[in-house]
């Protein structure tokens, strides 16, 4: 028996929709949402019946009959902290992105549109993978300052999904295997799947600057900064996420006008791209310690994970810990419909959501 499954992926100026036959792909499609459009709603929950209507009438132009579908899943969005893997879309799941999310994102729209197109074709709709899936251990959630525990931040369903696929290529159970996996994107973060559980991460705030986010700073250097009455409090905030990074030092994102002023012989530039390498090494390594070093492969993935430069630089300083795989891509759609795909065929059980 196959399994056709229909994914939904909301950002913030797109939706994107994947229809998968059991692990084959049939199509993905990145429906765009200009900013004339979206900044006539006041604010993310407002958009649903719009973003909704066109995947709708999108499906309707493909000639899909969502009656064929055998699930409908959803990038989870911002629910107050849940586990791993799979959870039903129930009636509290909508009230609470909808009318209670622990922050506005463009996530909170993917579980209502999935629920009302599995309500109509008579099928079950599942988030998977929630971006505020937190497994973290008591003992990682010491910070040093009681008022600020640590939570749990970082790319957690495509990095997920490749730390699975990594332990599959290996012949081996995802439950049984120690694996780190840094997901290399706009954003850095790394995580450590200690026998299926992500107990511990390095997030975007905590280590490696990226190609538009600052990392790990100096605190005490940051407090005079922000003190210093040059800045306000939104600047500070751009300058920790939008504008640092890459961006600060090269006045780009982009990793590949990078390694054309490399090629090109800026000194600085691969100074700057290398440390960016070097810090995600560190990383890793700190990572390693939370399993005393027993670590049974290193997973490299994310959009910039296709540099061969960059994740030359981090595999010759880390690969003395373990076996260095790269899965370049954010590969998130296919993280999507490969654990709904595991639900359906009795692999996975989905948690119901409850408060």
Same mark, same amino acid.
């Given at each position: 028996?196959?399994?056709?499954?229909?994914?939904?992926?909301?950002?913030?100026?797109?939706?994107?929709?994947?229809?998968?036959?059991?692990?084959?792909?049939?199509?993905?499609?990145?429906?765009?949402?200009?900013?004339?459009?979206?900044?006539?709603?006041?604010?993310?929950?407002?958009?649903?019946?719009?973003?909704?209507?066109?995947?709708?009438?999108?499906?309707?132009?493909?000639?899909?009959?969502?009656?064929?579908?055998?699930?409908?899943?959803?990038?989870?969005?911002?629910?107050?902290?849940?586990?791993?893997?799979?959870?039903?879309?129930?009636?509290?799941?909508?009230?609470?992105?909808?009318?209670?999310?622990?922050?506005?994102?463009?996530?909170?729209?993917?579980?209502?549109?999935?629920?009302?197109?599995?309500?109509?074709?008579?099928?079950?709709?599942?988030?998977?993978?929630?971006?505020?899936?937190?497994?973290?251990?008591?003992?990682?959630?010491?910070?040093?300052?009681?008022?600020?525990?640590?939570?749990?931040?970082?790319?957690?369903?495509?990095?997920?999904?490749?730390?699975?696929?990594?332990?599959?290529?290996?012949?081996?159970?995802?439950?049984?295997?120690?694996?780190?996996?840094?997901?290399?994107?706009?954003?850095?973060?790394?995580?450590?799947?200690?026998?299926?559980?992500?107990?511990?991460?390095?997030?975007?705030?905590?280590?490696?600057?990226?190609?538009?986010?600052?990392?790990?700073?100096?605190?005490?250097?940051?407090?005079?900064?922000?003190?210093?009455?040059?800045?306000?409090?939104?600047?500070?905030?751009?300058?920790?996420?939008?504008?640092?990074?890459?961006?600060? $030092?090269?006045?780009?994102?982009?990793?590949?006008?990078?390694?054309?002023?490399?090629?090109?012989?800026?000194?600085?530039?691969?100074?700057? $791209?290398?440390?960016?390498?070097?810090?995600?090494?560190?990383?890793?390594?700190?990572?390693?310690?939370?399993?005393?070093?027993?670590?049974?492969?290193?997973?490299?993935?994310?959009?910039?994970? $296709?540099?061969?430069?960059?994740?030359?630089?981090?595999?010759?300083?880390?690969?003395?810990?373990?076996?260095?795989?790269?899965?370049?891509?954010?590969?998130?759609?296919?993280?999507?419909?490969?654990?709904?795909?595991?639900?359906?065929?009795?692999?996975?059980?989905?948690?119901? $959501?409850?408060?």
């Amino acid at each position: 028996m196959s399994y056709k499954i229909l994914a939904i992926n909301p950002g913030s100026t797109s939706t994107k929709i994947s229809l998968y036959e059991d692990e084959r792909e049939l199509f993905t499609k990145k429906l765009e949402h200009p900013l004339e459009l979206i900044d006539k709603f006041d604010n993310v929950e407002d958009q649903l019946h719009m973003r909704k209507e066109l995947v709708v009438e999108f499906l309707k132009e493909q000639d899909i009959d969502i009656r064929n579908l055998s699930a409908v899943v959803a990038r989870g969005g911002m629910l107050p902290p849940v586990k791993t893997g799979a959870y039903t879309i129930n009636d509290l799941m909508i009230d609470r992105v909808t009318k209670r999310p622990v922050m506005e994102h463009a996530s909170n729209l993917a579980a209502p549109i999935a629920y009302d197109i599995a309500r109509e074709a008579g099928i079950p709709s599942y988030i998977y993978d929630c971006v505020m899936a937190d497994e973290l251990t008591d003992m990682a959630r010491i910070s040093g300052m009681p008022e600020l525990p640590r939570t749990s931040a970082s790319h957690v369903l495509n990095t997920r999904a490749m730390a699975i696929k990594a332990a599959k290529e290996s012949g081996r159970k995802y439950e049984d295997m120690n694996i780190i996996v840094a997901h290399l994107g706009g954003g850095i973060s790394i995580n450590i799947h200690e026998n299926g559980r992500i107990t511990d991460l390095v997030s975007d705030d905590e280590g490696p600057f990226s190609p538009e986010r600052a990392g790990r700073v100096p605190c005490r250097e940051l407090i005079n900064l922000c003190y210093s009455g040059k800045y306000d409090k939104k600047t500070m905030q751009r300058k920790l996420r939008g504008n640092g990074g890459l961006r600060a $030092y090269l006045n780009t994102i982009d990793a590949r006008e990078v390694e054309e002023m490399i090629s090109e012989g800026s000194q600085e530039a691969k100074l700057v $791209y290398e440390a960016m390498a070097y810090q995600i090494a560190k990383g890793i390594g700190e990572l390693a310690t939370v399993a005393d070093g027993n670590i049974d492969v290193i997973v490299l993935t994310g959009g910039i994970a $296709y540099s061969a430069m960059l994740t030359g630089w981090i595999s010759k300083r880390v690969n003395f810990i373990a076996p260095v795989e790269i899965l370049a891509g954010e590969n998130e759609m296919e993280a999507l419909a490969f654990g709904a795909l595991r639900v359906l065929k009795g692999e996975e059980a989905a948690r119901e $959501y409850t408060e």
